[in-house]
């Protein structure tokens, strides 16, 4: 029984390691996020969403004039994300 209280005794110093390491995990998160320009994260994330459609859109799609165009809409689609990332 003796073994059992020693592991306790080991893993306090790696819970609070563990600790700290989570506390500045989340201080290097708030720092970064504080740079992002939040109009910009919904520019992007709402290019990505409609890129999402048009290869829904690409994958369902038999005529080949229109798939083309699906693929033209995804490739720009990835520039204009490209650009604001």
Do not use: Y
């Amino acid at each position: 029984m003796g073994d059992a209280g020693e592991g306790l005794v080991d893993a306090e110093p790696r819970l609070a390691e563990r600790m700290e390491e989570r506390e500045e995990e989340k201080k290097k998160a708030r720092q970064a996020g504080k740079g992002t320009d939040p109009e910009r994260a919904r520019q992007v994330e709402s290019l990505k969403l409609a890129r999402v459609e048009m290869q829904r859109q690409l994958e369902l799609t038999s005529h080949q004039g229109r798939k083309q165009q699906l693929t033209q809409a995804v490739a720009e689609i990835d520039k204009r994300i490209k650009q604001l990332s």
